[in-house]
């Protein structure tokens, strides 16, 4: 059976690639809250092998607050409790090899197994956390504490919604630039960088409203930024099929 996502791929920047993926994922209720900011702020706080990526001069960093369900690998269905839960990261945009992606900085989650599977095979920064995600006439409950023995302390307590009718980002346009993403980045302990690809249909999308109670989620960066985000967008979601990460070269 073909998986739903697979049937669009017309809009991808780079074919798919080669063998069956390794997991599916489904990223629902999504808030796309972004900050711009000084590259030179980000730039020593990237591997080294990874171009930081850039919009009009200007570097960029996500806090997408969401809910994953159908975590499973490719033709194992997990339990519901080992398989769906909801999450947070904060990101940025990089370029290796001519493939931009994604870097993530901090993911958190609830459940421990993904928690430590993502930080032993994918070298990926996820962390602890108790996180409630609800949602009640179409506006969405978002509290996420990180709990990680050891790691520094994180909060995020924001209510956010779509508005106005939902599109998809045009080609050449800062959302697409922002969402349209195929590939992320990581690092291990050794400084040598993967690429995971990734596979879903374009972002079904909307203008986003967000209120932000609280908000911590940058001082791990050692940044201060202004509270409000410059660019908010809300996703009801996509299915998402993700492939085994594969180094792309040692350290630089």
């Known amino acids: 059976m073909v998986h739903p996502s697979l049937k669009h791929t017309q809009h991808r920047p780079w074919p798919l690639p080669q063998g069956e993926p390794y997991m599916t994922m489904d990223w629902l209720e999504l808030s796309f809250l972004h900050w711009s900011l000084d590259p030179e702020l980000l730039r ?4 080294a092998g990874l171009e930081l990526d850039t919009w009009d001069s200007r570097a960029w960093l996500g806090v997408v607050p969401f809910r994953m369900e159908n975590v499973n690998p490719t033709h194992y269905p997990l339990p519901r409790i080992m398989s769906a839960f909801p ?6 945009y990089v370029v290796a090899n001519g ?8 993911l958190e989650a609830t459940n421990p197994l993904a928690v430590r599977t993502a930080r032993a095979k994918f070298h990926l920064p ?10 009640r006439d179409g ?8 709990v990680h023995r050891g790691a520094a302390e994180l909060e995020l307590r924001v209510s956010y919604s779509g508005a106005g009718e939902t599109f998809q980002a045009e080609r050449g346009s800062l959302e697409h630039w922002l969402c349209e993403r195929y590939c992320l980045y990581s690092a291990d302990n050794r400084g040598r960088i993967s690429r995971g690809d990734v596979h879903h249909p374009p972002w079904p999308l909307q203008q986003g409203r967000v209120e932000i109670e609280e908000n911590t989620v940058f001082q791990q960066l050692g940044l201060e930024l202004p509270e409000q985000p ?14 085994r990460p594969e180094e792309i070269g040692a350290q630089l």
């Not at 020593?44 to 591997?47: A, D, F, K, R, T």
């Not at 493939?99 to 901090?106: M, T």
């Open 126 to 135: 996820y962390y602890d956390a108790r996180i409630r995600h609800s949602m």
């Open 230 to 243: 410059e660019h908010v967008l809300y996703s009801a979601g996509v299915q998402c099929l993700g492939w």
């Open 44 to 47: 020593p706080q990237l591997p």
């Open 139 to 146: 506006v969405v409950s978002f509290r996420c504490k990180r």
């Open 99 to 106: 493939k931009p992606g994604v870097w993530f900085f901090s």
């Open 87 to 92: 999450e947070l990261n904060l990101r940025t």
